[in-house]
């Protein structure tokens, strides 16, 4: 009955935000056209570049587009975990029902997680598109793609992400407003985690600081999975990283909220206002 329950919650969780997105019926044909013209965007940027760039991207194949577009499209698994939990939050918070369900026998992991799920699923499929477009209409050629080595990279990319994503949320439930962690990881990211050129033309304190970012190892392990078809093996270095980050973001994060959540229940301001 324990197993039922515990799966019934994600699933209650699921089907309210899939009813609430669906609802809104433009804003996925809107999230369709902005893919489409996103890589587009890349595509000609990448013809530009032509072969200046390729001098930079021997380790990747030498094209930038499949490189820029692989960088593009994961980062969005980054946003997702940085905005998710403080907008399940945030949503708790302003509708008041954040403090009813502390207070019941769900757990607060499992109202995370239950509460970004849909949000991870809806990313996945921008993802697929993002791919499924640089396959069919401007040459991205998947047919080396090691799809083992990638999944294994997308649930560590996912749990490390999510660390850092569930440590923006403590700062919200304590801040209401202010999100530092979530402005430092996502600007940083995008400049130094090697989203649009690689870290290799960074100065070298650069390239050192890049490394203290998950995002750089994600990328790295993907592109040799996806581009290159390296298998799991042949990115266990990036691997073995992201699980680290794993192993110490996530239960720093379930720490940093629980602490979180006494202090605002000591000051009462576990509602939004």
Known sequence: MQKNNTLYKPLAFLKRDFLINSSYRFSFIFDFFTILFSVLTFFFIAKIFGKGASQYLTNYGGDYFPFVLIGIAFFGYLHTAMTSFTQVIREEQYTGTLETILLSPTRISTMLISGSLWNFLFTSLRILLYLLFGALFFGFNISKANFV????????????????????????????????????????SRFLGGVYFPITILPLWAQRLSLLLPITHSLEAM????????SITGIAQELTVL???????LPLSVLCFKFAIRRAKKSGSLIYF
């Open 149 to 188: 080595a990638a999944i294994a990279t997308l649930i560590l990319t996912i749990t490390s992400f999510s660390g850092l994503g569930i440590i923006s949320a403590s700062f919200v439930i304590v801040l209401k407003r202010g999100d530092p962690v979530s402005w430092l990881f996502s600007g940083v």
């Open 223 to 230: 592109r040799k999975a996806l581009i290159l078809g390296e």
């Open 243 to 249: 699980f680290i980050f794993s192993a110490i973001l």
